[in-house]
């Protein structure tokens, strides 16, 4: 697929995502989605295995389309990410995940993670720094409860990443490896960067308990995290026995199906109400 950032495909083809909808189509909707307001966050609850604790949370972007429903990344980031729109979507993530931090915090909840996802366009865009200092100075957040998440390949084919891992972390954010385990790992990387978290993608969780190399894999993460003194949460935690595998290998930081799954801001809000954790 052209990843140039021009719209040089063949409009006439259809989207094997987008259910029939024409690329160009397609990308001129995102465009006007943005504008519109049609795009929202759901909050993916993190927890802490020990205290049961909601102790983060992951803001994932859902396009509420005005026929087609609520639809998940998958139909509509690609496209995104192809045409270039992701950095304006991104920005919007960020701005938008930043500012319902704020509002919990107004409303007196304790203050928690949120975590947001950044695409490789928008890190290789030579403006990041400044574009997200600007969301920082804007919204106020506390940058300490800010953490970016960026996966290994980022690292890897960006020209300049250490400077901008570097400059991130001055800013006070924390940066977790998405998907860990599933790119390139360049373990040198991690201490380099002062990676805060990796998360283990939900591909090695799903099959924990049927899998012997996945069980190992995520065993040898978890252990070697702990080693290097980086944090660590398991994606994708579905049912009992894969929190348990998780829990005996000391990983406790989980987020999963088994728990919550990601929810609207008014859900996420009455879940923490409920947790008494104002
Ligand atoms: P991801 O970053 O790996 O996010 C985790 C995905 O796994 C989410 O899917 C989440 O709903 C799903 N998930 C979490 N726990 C479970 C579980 O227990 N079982 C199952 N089956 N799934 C679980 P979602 O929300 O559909 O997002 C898919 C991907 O879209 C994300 O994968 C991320 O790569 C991308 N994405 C989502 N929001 C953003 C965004 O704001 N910006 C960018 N650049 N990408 C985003
Ligand atoms: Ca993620
Ligand atoms: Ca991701
Ligand atoms: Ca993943």
């Known amino acids: 697929m ?8 063949n409009v006439f083809k259809p989207n094997p995502d987008g259910g029939g909808i024409e690329r160009l189509t397609l990308e001129n909707s995102i465009r006007k989605a943005l504008q519109l307001g049609e795009f929202e966050l759901h909050y993916q609850p993190q927890v802490d295995v020990l205290t049961g604790e909601v102790i983060g949370t992951e803001a994932l972007v859902r396009w509420n389309h005005p ?3 609520l639809l998940p990344p998958a139909k509509f980031i690609p496209i995104a990410e192809e045409t270039g729109l992701i950095v304006s979507l991104g920005e919007w993530v960020l701005r938008t995940a930043c500012l319902q931090h704020q509002v919990w915090r107004e409303k007196g909840f304790a203050p928690m993670r ?3 996802n950044l695409s490789s366009r928008q890190f290789s865009k030579h403006d990041l720094i400044e574009r ?3 969301i920082l100075r804007e919204t106020r957040i506390d940058p300490r409860y800010l953490e970016l ?19 991130l972390k001055e800013l006070g954010m924390q940066l977790c490896i998405d998907d860990f385990g599933t ?4 373990l040198y990387y991690l201490k380099l960067f002062s990676i805060d978290r990796l998360k283990i993608d939900r591909s090695f969780v ?3 308990m049927t899998d012997t190399t996945d069980a190992d894999i995520v065993a040898t993460i978890i252990a070697m995290a702990h ?3 980086i944090g660590v949460i398991a994606e994708g935690v579905e049912d009992r026995d894969q929190l348990d595998f998780l829990h005996s290998h000391s990983c406790h930081e989980v987020q999963g199906f088994y728990y919550h799954r990601p929810l609207p801001a008014a859900q996420f809000e009455r879940l923490l109400r409920k947790r008494g954790a104002m």
């Open 67 to 69: 026929t087609l429903g």
């Open 2 to 9: 052209k990843d140039d950032g021009k719209n040089n495909y």
């Open 206 to 208: 799903r099959d924990i």
């Open 183 to 186: 790119g390139y790992s360049n």
């Open 227 to 229: 080693k290097l003194g």
């Open 149 to 167: 998440e960026i996966t290994e390949s980022m690292t890897m084919n960006v020209d300049g990443a250490i400077e901008v891992l570097g400059k």
């Open 114 to 116: 949120v975590s947001v």
């Open 132 to 134: 997200i200092e600007e």
